[in-house]
């Protein structure tokens, strides 16, 4: 533990914005200030020159982070020499399971930025590596924890809930599943809201439309509409479909209250979201990508979970 109780955070990945919105929620929020707060102590860049992405922002979003009073070291391994704790925000998820390898087996709890990985492969293989080193780790999207979407779910308290229809935007990731880069938000919305549990997948698209639909086993439905992204109207959104009653909601796009969750994590809490889920998720968007490049036929996750988990 770090000297003081401050909790010290290594963000290994400067390639996306999040490094810098996370360390200024850290040092702009009360409860992460003092002797029991946290605070993104070390930074490792960390980018992939083969990833426009990823090569053309490094530069700039680890400068920005220096700015912060977050120290710039030039290797991972000197990143977890001085930190207890550790989020890989690579932007690129083909890097995860390689990084993670390393990272996984220093024994310190770890967040994994979206995308997990770039394929249901590597995700199984993180999973492998959680259990092969005992490191205690997650991942997830900041919308699953929109106080909104937790007032929404609540709400229904004592009554059932039916359905879920979610929009937002969608951009593809080179090399990686299709809804994996963006979709993924959209997808923890659902998951959010109708837990784990879809057994089958179909997935529409056309030049207008980008339409997936799960089938929980219970019956339940869960649909997703990506909006093309710099094409169509952007925003994150959902109607939620109950036994007597239905609700809509517009979510906002902040990091505050998943940053909460990972220091909460970090410091022994409960894990946000299981494995199994992460998994289920990635088996989904597998399953997505096998229906609409078969014409939009359903897919079952358990076919597509079968090869690797």
Request: charge should be negative; hydrophobic fraction near 45%; proline fraction near 2%.
């Amino acid at each position: 533990m770090s000297t003081g109780g401050v909790l010290r955070i290594g963000f290994a990945g400067l390639d996306s914005s999040h490094c810098t919105a996370f360390a200024r929620i850290l040092r702009e929020s009360e409860w992460s200030r003092g002797e029991c707060g946290a605070q993104i102590t070390v930074g490792w860049p960390g980018s992939n020159p083969d990833f426009a992405l990823s090569r053309d922002r490094v530069q700039g979003f680890t400068e920005e982070l220096r700015g912060l009073g977050t120290v710039i070291v030039d290797s991972l391994e000197d990143l977890l020499g001085c930190c207890d704790a550790v989020i890989l925000g690579s932007v690129d998820g083909r890097q995860h399971l390689r990084l993670a390898e390393r990272i996984f087996a220093a024994g310190k709890p770890v967040f994994v930025d979206k995308p997990l990985a770039h394929d249901l492969h590597d995700a199984a293989g993180i999973a492998a590596l959680g259990r092969r080193w005992g490191t205690r780790w997650f991942s997830a999207s900041a919308l699953r924890f929109q106080a909104e979407l937790s007032s929404c779910v609540a709400g229904f308290d004592g009554e059932r809930i039916l359905g879920c229809d979610v929009f937002g935007t969608l951009r593809e990731g080179e090399g990686h599943l299709q809804l994996a880069w963006y979709g993924i938000h959209g997808l923890e919305v659902l998951y959010a809201v109708l837990g784990g549990g879809c057994v089958e997948v179909r997935r529409t698209r056309t030049a207008l439309g980008d339409v997936t639909t799960g089938v929980w086993s219970d019956g339940r439905v869960g649909v997703f509409r990506g909006l093309a992204y710099e094409q169509q109207a952007a925003g994150w959104g959902l109607t939620v479909f109950g036994s007597q009653s239905i609700q809509q909601l517009r979510l906002p796009a902040d990091y505050v209250e998943l940053v909460r969750q990972i220091v909460a994590f970090f410091r022994g809490g409960p894990v946000p979201v299981s494995e199994a889920e992460v998994l289920e998720l990635f088996g989904f968007m597998e399953a997505a990508d096998r229906s609409v490049c078969a014409g939009g036929v359903a897919v079952r996750i358990a076919d597509c979970l079968g090869a690797v988990v």
